[in-house]
């Protein structure tokens, strides 16, 4: 479905195209479960998703995440093509998906706004702190609307750039914090709907930047402080320049992945 998306790599040969969009998928799926502690390497997320394993000694629910991941990126791609317009009824869908738990806690809904305040802790400067400035549940709705606007104004502008794209649909998305869990899954699947509508591969934080990537958000939230209706969803803009790095590095990497796979290619039509 991916290579419907993007242009760029239908100069592969099918079988390389194929195998390509496979390893989007569980780079991607493997990245963001494993920043939010899920314990299956790249190997393993590799043998659930394309041959069904069952790792040994692994939790079922690190493999139930992996297989909800993958199905909300069937989602996005679908919606992409469908040229669907964003909505609550959308991200609650995209949630149901990542969610794979069964809901038993009405404070942690499923496919539906928190109900109560949802803090952090943060690591800022060897320190630990806490993070009191997502928005409070009854903020949630009307900045998602406000969010939902922009987003659909970046995907139509050809004037914003796929990495400027992503940094303010992931950053201003965590800062409102909408679910009482999985944020952070949901912000870069999001985020990376204006990026995929532009033409480049999605941009894919690696696991070896995990702490880089938590302590750049939370500086940044805290310099802004607690989010509400009446406050931009940038915050501080100056205090992401942290962030906007690791995305660029992020989103570089990402592109050479194509490169990489076009060597391929060329290397085995100078064979023919």
Same mark, same amino acid.
């Given at each position: 479905?991916?290579?419907?998306?993007?242009?760029?790599? %239908?100069?592969?040969?099918?079988?390389?195209?194929?195998?390509? %969009? %496979?390893?989007?998928?569980?780079?991607?799926?493997?990245?963001?479960?494993?920043?939010?502690?899920?314990?299956?390497?790249?190997?393993? $997320?590799?043998?659930?998703?394309?041959? *069904?394993? $069952?790792?040994?000694?692994?939790?079922?629910?690190?493999?139930?995440e992996?297989?909800?991941?993958?199905?909300?990126?069937?989602?996005?791609?679908?919606?992409?093509l469908?040229? +669907?317009?964003?909505?609550?009824e959308?991200?609650?869908?995209?949630?149901?998906?990542?969610?794979t738990?069964?809901?038993?806690?009405?404070?942690?809904?499923?496919?539906?706004?928190? +109900?109560?305040?949802?803090?952090?802790?943060?690591?800022?400067?060897?320190?630990? $702190?806490?993070?009191?400035t997502?928005?409070?549940?009854?903020?949630?709705?009307?900045?998602?609307?406000?969010?939902?606007?922009?987003f659909d #104004?970046? #995907?139509?502008?050809?004037?914003?750039?796929?990495?400027?794209?992503?940094?303010?649909?992931?950053? $201003?998305f965590?800062r409102?914090?909408?679910?009482?869990? *999985?944020?952070?899954?949901?912000? #870069?699947?999001?985020?990376?709907?204006?990026?995929?509508?532009?033409?480049?591969?999605?941009?894919?934080?690696?696991?070896?930047?995990r702490?880089?990537?938590?302590?750049?958000?939370?500086?940044?939230q805290i310099?802004?402080? #607690?989010?509400?209706?009446?406050?931009?969803?940038?915050?501080?803009?100056?205090?992401?320049?942290?962030?906007?790095?690791?995305?660029?590095n992020?989103?570089?990497?990402?592109?050479?992945?194509?490169?990489?796979?076009?060597v391929? %290619?060329?290397? +085995?039509?100078q064979?023919?």
């Amino acid at each position: 479905m991916l290579s419907r998306l993007l242009p760029s790599i %239908q100069c592969l040969d099918q079988d390389l195209r194929e195998a390509f %969009q %496979q390893q989007i998928r569980v780079r991607w799926t493997h990245y963001s479960t494993a920043l939010e502690g899920n314990t299956l390497n790249e190997g393993e $997320t590799l043998g659930v998703l394309q041959y *069904g394993l $069952t790792i040994a000694g692994k939790p079922l629910i690190h493999h139930n995440e992996v297989l909800g991941h993958s199905r909300a990126l069937d989602l996005v791609y679908g919606w992409i093509l469908e040229k +669907r317009r964003f909505s609550e009824e959308a991200l609650f869908e995209l949630h149901q998906a990542i969610q794979t738990a069964v809901e038993v806690d009405y404070f942690k809904p499923v496919g539906a706004w928190k +109900r109560e305040p949802n803090s952090t802790l943060a690591k800022l400067g060897g320190i630990t $702190t806490i993070n009191d400035t997502y928005a409070t549940p009854e903020h949630v709705a009307p900045l998602i609307q406000t969010w939902l606007q922009e987003f659909d #104004r970046i #995907r139509g502008s050809p004037s914003v750039s796929p990495l400027d794209a992503y940094i303010w649909c992931h950053a $201003t998305f965590v800062r409102i914090h909408p679910f009482a869990d *999985g944020n952070g899954r949901m912000a #870069r699947l999001v985020a990376n709907i204006p990026v995929l509508e532009k033409g480049f591969l999605p941009v894919l934080i690696p696991l070896e930047k995990r702490l880089a990537y938590i302590e750049a958000l939370a500086a940044w939230q805290i310099a802004s402080g #607690r989010v509400t209706p009446e406050t931009p969803l940038e915050g501080d803009v100056d205090a992401l320049s942290d962030f906007r790095a690791l995305c660029a590095n992020a989103f570089e990497s990402s592109q050479a992945m194509l490169a990489e796979a076009i060597v391929q %290619q060329k290397a +085995r039509s100078q064979k023919k």
